[in-house]
């Protein structure tokens, strides 16, 4: 049976573990590897790294780190960041990565995302939308770390992703990147409704009780997080933490109603 997943996200410039606010003012918060080996004595569902200035700099993945976060990690790992051929998506694969995480490349190119997935699997195939909402309530989703708009909104983006063949989406809120206040439910909800693809939700979580709410919104999707998996207390000491088992099956159980 499907259950929902409770992932950390990690994010890398120049090879170090930052966390960002609205996708600006990053905070270097200590060495991927080690986040990374915490996370596995954790027993993390999931995780997700993304290198957010690959796609800013035109940079290609740097395999070297993947290699190492790959050989460390003990869980499904997905990673982006740079990924614009067929060629580098399969590498990253073969270095033990489950998932490669698409976005600024795909959405230029949306072919892209049908040739990766007939050569590695829709299941590895990710799509990351990245959404701000405007002033009047519309969300538009943007590339290149919040930069350059696509005059185009998550659903749209979403429902043509699914179509080429990708296997999940990765929903993230710029607005709420870092504010730890919650998720937007609104948008979660509209994404997840339109699409059958397995969803994960990114921006904004802050408690337990955030992700609850978000998987009573949504179902079975996945819960991702940064601030909330690596900041502790109201000063943001840094501090990788995570759920226990029994507090992730508490949660989903009153979540879903499941006695």
Do not use: W
Request: hydrophobic letters at 45%; glycine letters at 10%.
């Amino acid at each position: 049976m499907l259950r929902p997943r409770f992932i950390p996200c990690l994010l890398i410039r120049d090879k170090g573990l930052v966390k960002t606010v609205k996708f600006g003012a990053s905070k270097y918060v200590g060495d991927p590897i080690n986040a990374v080996k915490i996370f596995n004595e954790k027993e993390a569902d999931e995780l997700i790294v993304l290198d957010i200035d690959a796609s800013v700099t035109g940079a290609a993945p740097d395999f070297a780190v993947i290699k190492k976060l790959a050989a460390e990690c003990r869980m499904p790992l997905c990673y982006g960041g740079g990924v614009k051929t067929v060629a580098q998506a399969k590498t990253i694969i073969g270095l033990g990565v489950e998932k490669v995480a698409l976005s600024s490349a795909a959405l230029a190119n949306p072919e892209l995302i049908t040739a990766i997935a007939a050569e590695i699997g829709s299941q590895s195939v990710v799509v990351v939308l990245d959404v701000k909402k405007s002033l009047f309530g519309k969300y538009e989703v943007y590339t290149h770390h919040g930069k350059k708009a696509t005059g185009k909104s998550p659903v749209e983006l979403a429902r043509a992703a699914e179509r080429l063949g990708a296997g999940e989406i990765v929903i993230n809120s710029i607005d709420l990147d870092g504010q730890m206040k919650g998720y937007d439910l609104d948008l979660a909800k509209k994404v997840r409704e339109a699409v059958a693809l397995p969803m994960s939700v990114l921006g904004g979580a802050g408690s337990l009780a955030d992700i609850g709410k978000l998987i009573r919104t949504c179902g079975v999707v996945g819960a991702a997080a940064g601030s909330m998996f690596v900041f502790k207390g109201s000063y943001r000491a840094v501090l990788i933490n995570y759920p226990t088992v029994a507090e992730r099956d508490g949660m989903i159980s009153s979540a879903l109603n499941v006695e």
